[in-house]
């Protein structure tokens, strides 16, 4: 089982900064891609930004130059540092977990709220 644990959401106002942390409990995190996902009120979960365990790092397209993920595995975390932060990031964002080789994220974070206003 993995348990996965966020935290750094906050309310900031436009074009400042986060950085959110996940700490995941498990055996061999470096066997699972880690993954942000975000959901806005009335909207659908959205993925944000994905790491492989070889580093590799894909971003949506609404983010990319102003986000970044990165991965620790000996911390067993992973980050999702967040610049230039516009209102319309404001969600509920939960990082995930999917062992390599599964097609499914199947643990998930309870999420932590960022509010950014303009």
């Known amino acids: 089982q993995v348990q996965l644990v966020e935290s750094g959401g906050g309310l900031v106002q436009a074009g400042d900064s986060l950085r959110l942390s996940c700490a995941a409990s498990?055996?061999?995190?470096?066997?699972?891609?880690m993954a942000w996902f975000r959901q806005a009120p009335g909207k659908e979960r959205d993925l944000v930004a994905t790491?492989?365990?070889?580093?590799?790092?894909l971003y949506t397209d609404s983010v990319k130059g102003r986000f970044t993920i990165s991965r620790d595995n000996a911390k067993n975390t992973v980050y999702l540092q967040m610049n230039s932060l516009k209102p319309e990031d404001t969600a509920v964002y939960s990082c995930a977990a999917r062992r390599n080789g599964e097609p499914k994220y199947n643990y998930w974070g309870q999420g932590t709220q960022v509010t950014v206003s303009s």
């Open positions: 790491i492989s365990s070889a580093g590799t790092k």
């Open positions: 498990v055996r061999t995190f470096s066997d699972y891609r």
